[in-house]
């Protein structure tokens, strides 16, 4: 058991590490382009099935509640949350149609539409994608070795794996970072205060 929870943790730490560095140049794109939205008073639409659906909540978390430092909410709602919304639009319509519907209907040129999918196939996540570009939304795209996800969204991070937890260990890491990075662009004197 203590050889695969060590075989587990240098993998995850493996791709979270080459992730990390092979992406550090559009991570930094990625700061300022959620710094920049949220700064003209737009918002981060996030969204994604499954952990990644989890990871879409837990970062809208982070932006609006707060991250490191104290500091005033930051516009940022998951897609993925309004069970009634989702299980309407799934019924009526299709499961596909669940992200893209709301980008349609709640999203304006000048906001954000992150979407995440561990394969970067995941039709509802590819749909809305696409839809955020017919709106002249910024898109990012954070997959695993890319798919169709990776052909739409304006900034793309793939994570070179196929194992869809340590891509998941490496998309929470990435956002984190982003995380901390908008508020040091926004909120620099906080960190200043701190040093």
Request: aromatic letters at 6%; hydrophobic letters at 45%.
């Amino acid at each position: 058991m203590k050889k695969i929870i060590l075989t587990i943790l240098e993998e995850s730490l493996r791709l979270t590490r080459s992730f990390i560095e092979d992406n550090a140049d559009n991570i930094i794109k990625g700061a300022d382009m959620i710094a920049t939205c949220i700064s003209a008073g737009h918002k981060i639409c996030l969204f994604g099935n499954g952990g990644s659906a989890a990871d879409a909540q837990h970062l809208a978390a982070e932006f609006v509640n707060r991250f490191k430092i104290e500091r005033p909410p930051l516009a940022a709602i998951a897609l993925i949350t309004d069970t009634s919304l989702l299980t309407s639009i799934a019924n009526d319509y299709h499961f596909d149609d669940i992200f893209s519907k709301q980008i349609e209907a709640l999203a304006k040129k000048g906001d954000i539409a992150w979407g995440i999918s561990t394969s970067g196939n995941s039709r509802n996540v590819v749909k809305a994608t696409q839809a955020a570009k017919s709106k002249e939304l910024l898109t990012i795209g954070m997959t695993g070795r890319g798919g169709e996800l990776a052909q739409w969204a304006d900034l793309v991070f793939c994570a070179d794996s196929d194992d869809t937890a340590r891509i998941q260990e490496a998309h929470i890491t990435l956002g984190h970072i982003l995380c901390e990075l908008v508020d040091r662009i926004l909120y620099p004197d906080k960190f200043e205060e701190d040093s």
